[in-house]
Nanobody
């Protein structure tokens, strides 16, 4: 499956952005999806996860209550709605897909496919 992330940009603190990740190739609904981010000089970190049906979601503590992950299997797309953005949310955001869900949704290493990343910059 190929993943194409978009929607990044520059916003002021307190603003909102919605990231999109469109998948092509094999059946999108057979993959669990995740969003990760990587700030300059830091390791890639887990942001959010959504199950195949969209019925289960998990979030990093740092974004819980501010970010919402969703998916539309009819459009082969997963979204990350980001509200109340903070300067510390500045990073390149990546979407990822995993066809063999192991339960370790927070580990980047379990995801098979990755999008190219989209940059989010939050200014104070």
């Amino acid at each position: 499956v190929q993943l194409q992330a978009s929607g990044g940009g520059s916003v002021q603190a307190g603003g909102s952005l919605r990231l999109s990740c469109v998948a092509s190739g094999r059946t999108f609904s057979s993959y669990v999806m995740g969003w990760f981010r990587q700030a300059t000089g830091k390791e890639r970190e887990f942001v959010a996860y959504i199950s195949r049906s969209g019925g289960s979601t998990y979030y990093a503590d740092s974004v819980k209550g501010r970010f919402t992950i969703s998916r539309d299997n009819t459009k082969n797309t997963t979204y990350l709605q980001m509200n109340s953005l903070k300067p510390e949310d500045t990073a390149v955001y990546y979407c990822a897909a995993d066809g063999d869900y192991s339960g370790y949704y927070y580990r980047a290493s379990v995801y098979e496919y990755w999008g190219q990343g989209t940059l989010v910059t939050v200014s104070s």
